[in-house]
T-cell receptor
Framework: AQSVTQLGSHVSVSEGALVLLRCNYSSSVPPYLFWYVQYPNQGLQLLLKYTSAATLVKGINGFEAEFKKSETSFHLTKPSAHMSDAAEYFCAVSDGYSTLTFGKGTMLLVSP | GAVVSQHPSRVICKSGTSVKIECRSLDFQATTMFWYRQFPKQSLMLMATSNEGSKATYEQGVEKDKFLINHASLTLSTLTVTSAHPEDSSFYIC?????????????FGPGTRLTVL
């Protein structure tokens, strides 16, 4: 069985500040990990994915995430937040063969 | 590449009517597609797995007679909400699976907002 825990349903940052969204996973097999962003009334857009290659993964829009097996974590970061980053972010885990298991999501709020 | 479309993007219907939502993989073939439901400010809930040429597999608690799924081709799956009621109002998202690099990756459609009056 797989599960994902996203710490913090809401995260607030100022424009230009560091963004850190936390994700911890549980998986009985080597995981594939994903971060998605969702803007209001839109589908999911893939930000980045970990597929057992490099542990530091760079994605779109300046986001990156680091896979830490010892901590079972896959936190999402961005050095400098933009107003346009305000959205809902979902972490998800897969065994590579079947379904995705999503976290509950974290709403990122960016203030001027 | 790997684009998934949904139609319609938004639909409003009267209680008791049926609504069909289409999910298409535009530039790849997908043996498997998934249907999710998302309530406001919540995560995605998997409703069913749609496999081309066979019956859909529904998650526990999802009424198969209420949510009819047909995966008639490698690029099209449809979700029909039968005898819709206001509690069926939700955001429905599909995904299509592309096997690449040795694993299956899901690509998501833009979603369909269903409002039942």
């Amino acid at each position: 069985a797989q599960s994902v825990t996203q710490l913090g349903s809401h995260v607030s940052v100022s424009e230009g500040a560091l963004v850190l969204l936390r994700c911890n996973y549980s998986s009985s097999v080597p995981p594939y990990l994903f971060w998605y962003v969702q803007y209001p009334n839109q589908g999911l857009q893939l930000l980045l994915k970990y597929t057992s290659a490099a542990t530091l993964v760079k994605g779109i829009n300046g986001f990156e995430a680091e896979f830490k097996k010892s901590e079972t974590s896959f936190h999402l970061t961005k050095p400098s937040a933009h107003m346009s980053d305000a959205a809902e972010y979902f972490c998800a885990v897969s065994d590579g063969y079947s379904t995705l298991t999503f976290g509950k999501g974290t709403m990122l709020l960016v203030s001027p | 590449g790997a684009v998934v479309s949904q139609h319609p993007s938004r639909v409003i219907c009267k209680s008791g009517t049926s609504v069909k939502i289409e999910c298409r993989s535009l530039d790849f073939q997908a043996t498997t597609m998934f249907w999710y439901r998302q309530f406001p400010k919540q995560s995605l809930m998997l409703m069913a797995t749609s496999n081309e040429g066979s019956k859909a597999t529904y998650e526990q608690g999802v009424e198969k007679d209420k949510f009819l799924i047909n995966h008639a081709s490698l690029t099209l799956s449809t979700l029909t909400v039968t005898s819709a009621h206001p509690e069926d109002s939700s955001f429905y998202i599909c995904s299509a699976v592309l096997t690449s690099g040795g694993y299956n990756e899901q690509f998501f459609g833009p979603g369909t907002r269903l409002t039942v009056l």
